[in-house]
């Protein structure tokens, strides 16, 4: 297989290529700049709305991970546009690209998040589930959108909706300084879920989607343990020999990172990967205690 990765250079992207190309599988890269030559590097510049047809052309499956860090920094307005147009432009770039190609990809695997869920408390949420508001949902809904342009005959389209990825790096390697120190605790009244899934089953979703074509549309890639934020404190705590009884009040992190706390940390999502289990995946890490003990080990 010939595989054609965006956001290559991130957390995600980089587990991925390592994985596929352990595998044998034909790996290439789209960088923004000029592409070394004679490397697995081809150009593109999405916001611009440039990607030469030729390049996506004859690959089997095209991955696009292209977007702005969501916890990077306040939502101010010129952020949110930031990161809306890392997400849509690139997105559209590369299915006017599938579309123009003379022989278009079979499978284009999009990013997409939980957040797409908006704050729905306990609802128990699967991938038949309406989209929420707010800002995050919204976003996710158009970038959703805007992947499903690609789809055709010849191309199916998959939106994998990520929920919290664990791992050594990203949001959990944040966490650890703090929970150490014995400062860990509950988000908000702890009581909001938190969709989480470890980078090992994030890489081992993929593989499972490339190879199963009867999978299309949306899928959640998150673990099937739901687990609230106070949940998710206890079980880091008890995997780290330190209480985690110091909460973060609402208050406090709405006035530290303003939306984002609402949007990211304090919003509840109680989701299912019903997609993935339905069609036979097995999680390495269905627990969140499974996720600690093989990242922390």
């Known amino acids: 297989m010939k595989i054609l990765i965006s956001?290559?250079?991130?957390?995600?992207?980089?587990?991925?290529?390592?994985?596929?190309?352990?595998?044998?599988?034909?790996?290439?890269?789209?960088?923004?700049?000029?592409?070394?030559?004679?490397?697995?590097?081809r150009r593109w510049a999405p916001e611009h709305g440039e990607l030469d047809p030729d390049v996506v052309s004859g690959a089997d499956a095209v991955i696009n991970l292209n977007g702005r860090n969501i916890a990077d920094g306040r939502w101010t307005?010129?952020?949110?546009?930031?990161?809306?147009?890392?997400?849509?432009?690139?997105?559209?770039?590369?299915?006017?690209?599938?579309?123009?190609?003379?022989?278009?990809?079979?499978l284009l695997?999009?990013?997409?998040?939980?957040?797409?869920?908006?704050?729905?408390?306990?609802?128990?949420?699967?991938?038949?589930?309406?989209?929420?508001?707010?800002?995050?949902?919204?976003?996710?809904a158009d970038w959703e959108r805007t992947a499903a342009a690609a789809a055709s005959g010849r191309t199916r389209v998959v939106a994998i909706r990520l929920g919290m990825v664990l791992g050594d790096e990203g949001a959990l390697g944040k966490m650890l300084t703090p929970?150490?120190?014995?400062?860990?605790?509950?988000?908000?009244?702890?009581?909001?879920?938190?969709?989480?899934?470890?980078?090992?089953?994030v890489v081992g979703a993929v593989g499972h989607?490339?190879?199963?074509?009867?999978?299309?549309?949306?899928?959640?890639?998150?673990a099937p343990e739901s687990?609230?934020?106070k949940g998710f404190a206890r079980t880091l705590g008890e995997h780290l020999g330190v209480p985690a009884l110091v909460p973060a009040p609402?208050?406090?992190?709405?006035?530290?990172?303003?939306?984002?706390?609402?949007?990211l940390l304090l919003a509840s999502q109680r989701v299912?990967?019903?997609?993935?289990?339905?069609?036979?995946?097995?999680?390495?890490?269905?627990?969140?205690a499974d996720a600690f003990r093989q990242i922390l080990a």
């Not at 250079?9 to 592409?35: H, M, P």
């Open 7 to 41: 956001g290559a250079s991130g957390f995600v992207g980089t587990a991925l290529i390592e994985d596929l190309r352990g595998r044998g599988l034909e790996v290439l890269t789209l960088v923004r700049g000029a592409a070394k030559p004679g490397s697995h590097q």
């Open 77 to 106: 307005e010129s952020v949110k546009e930031q990161l809306r147009s890392s997400r849509i432009d690139s997105t559209r770039t590369i299915a006017e690209a599938m579309s123009r190609a003379d022989q278009p990809p079979g």
């Open 272 to 288: 299912t990967p019903s997609v993935l289990l339905e069609s036979g995946y097995r999680f390495s890490a269905p627990t969140l």
């Open 227 to 229: 687990v609230t934020s």
């Open 179 to 201: 929970f150490k120190l014995g400062l860990g605790g509950p988000m908000g009244n702890g009581r909001q879920y938190w969709p989480w899934i470890t980078i090992g089953d």
């Open 209 to 222: 989607i490339l190879a199963s074509p009867e999978i299309d549309g949306p899928v959640n890639l998150v």
């Open 109 to 140: 695997i999009n990013a997409s998040a939980t957040g797409y869920y908006g704050d729905r408390g306990d609802t128990h949420l699967d991938e038949a589930s309406n989209p929420g508001d707010g800002f995050l949902a919204d976003l996710c």
């Open 250 to 263: 609402a208050f406090a992190l709405k006035l530290a990172l303003g939306k984002m706390a609402e949007g």
